[in-house]
């Protein structure tokens, strides 16, 4: 067997890592986009689209990450596709990302006062320049803490992905724990891992919702 | 032919009918003040004229453009009509010279060159050459709700809606925008607007419009609309105002 030092422990986990931020950052930014398509449709005009996005957020939200992190790695190779864990990971988690963070922007759209749509149609923009120019550049300042404290989030689902056999920090946990029998040890250190990547995060939504609660 | 001509004008929302059949012309050049109770329609009237109402029946037609209550496509209405609202409705996240450049950049596509001239223009047409670079916020009432005039100019529309422009002013406030007001009607502007300010309109308007639950009760020259009221119901809303 193997002998693990101390720093050969924190030398692993720092690699696996690598991979959670990797695939925060994979999720987040893939969910930014797909998060924005739905936006959009959320606030189409047309009904149908309306209902149909409404239903893919309730989903999302109204089932485990877990449940969905599954169904997408089952779902995939039952038809055919035998997709790699991370592939899987990334998808289900940008899925994810995307119906929360539409969500979230949604409402931050909505706290866009009536006056400011009124105004602009009334200077005859389109709903798409309306959009451009006026509603989501304020719905944006909004939108930042809120969404940089959604990361969080992401961040910690990351987590759930070792289930299926990607190796991001929590699986290098587990096996660097089978190797050396120091559960206490290792999860603790995988825990503050956790907690570096996501403080910081948790500290700028703060201070940049102070700062544009107070700004125009 | 009149600039604007609205024909059997019915509103409703839900079972509420609020514009009951209206008919109203009005001409190149002429200040038009509508006035009548709370409730009586007047704004929603006004939001009728461009699109942002949308009507059950009747005809809206505005220097040649014709929409009626099947029309979705707006655009070319709205850029003959502009309006003024009564709180402002700046885009707080553009400066006062933005908020004029903005339509006319991205709906008109107006080259940059010319955009800055622009707003230079229209700012200092109401008086506010020297706020070009200042924030919404950073405005009084009175300053911001010239932007929002000079936002609407910036357009050159045919025909200015104002719907109670001055009523969530302080009323020290109030006169440096009445002066602006009455200095594009002296211009030739054709107005349409919205007003508690009974010694304004008066002063101002051709034509006075006293609307009644939904419909068009008195209209006539403001002399003889206040000097000589026909109806009951407006004999009373003269009295009440004072
Ligand atoms: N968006 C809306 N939904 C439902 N009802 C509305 C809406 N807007 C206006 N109404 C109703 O329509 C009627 C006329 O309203 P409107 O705002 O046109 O009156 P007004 O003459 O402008 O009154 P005020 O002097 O108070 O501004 C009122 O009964 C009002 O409650
Ligand atoms: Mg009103």
Known sequence: MVEFAFSDIVWNLLLALRWTALLSVVAFIGGGAVGLLVLLARLSSRRWLRRLTRGYIEVFQGTPLLMQLFLTFFGLSLVGLDVPAWLAAGLALTLFTSAFLAEIWRGCVEAVPRGQWEASSSLALTYLEQMRWVILPQALRLAVAPTIGFSVQVVKGTAVTSIIGFVELTKAGTMITNATFQPFLVYGLVALFYFLLCFPLSLCAKSLERKFHAAR | ?242
């Open chain 2, 1 to 242: 032919m009149p600039l604007v001509d609205l024909i059997g004008i019915h509103k409703s929302f839900g079972t509420n009918p609020v514009l009951r059949g209206i008919d109203l012309s009005v001409h190149e050049g002429q200040v038009v003040a509508l006035i009548g109770r709370s409730g009586s329609g007047k704004s929603t009237l006004l939001r009728t004229i461009n699109g942002l109402e949308h009507i059950d029946d009747g005809v809206i037609s505005v220097d040649g453009e014709k929409i009626d209550a099947r029309d979705t496509d707006l655009r070319a209405l709205r850029l003959k009509v502009g309006m003024v609202f009564q709180q402002f409705n700046l885009f707080p996240h553009l400066t006062a010279a933005e908020n004029v450049m903005l339509a006319p950049k991205v709906v008109k596509k107006a080259p940059q060159a010319e955009l800055r001239a622009l707003a230079v223009e229209m700012l200092e047409k109401v008086g506010l050459g020297d706020r070009l670079d200042h924030y919404p916020d950073q405005l009084s009432g009175g300053q911001q709700q010239r932007v929002a005039i000079a936002r609407s100019l910036a357009m050159r529309p045919r025909v200015l809606l104002c719907d109670e422009v001055t009523s969530a002013l302080d009323p020290e406030l109030v006169a440096e925008v009445l002066a602006v007001v009455r200095k594009l009607a002296d211009d030739g502007m054709t107005l349409i607007m919205v007003t508690h300010e009974m010694r304004f309109a008066r002063e101002v308007c051709d034509q006075l419009v006293f609307m009644h639950q939904g419909r068009i009760h008195e209209s006539g020259p403001p002399e003889q609309v206040f000097s000589a009221p026909q109806t009951e119901e407006l004999r009373q809303f003269l009295g009440g105002i004072g």
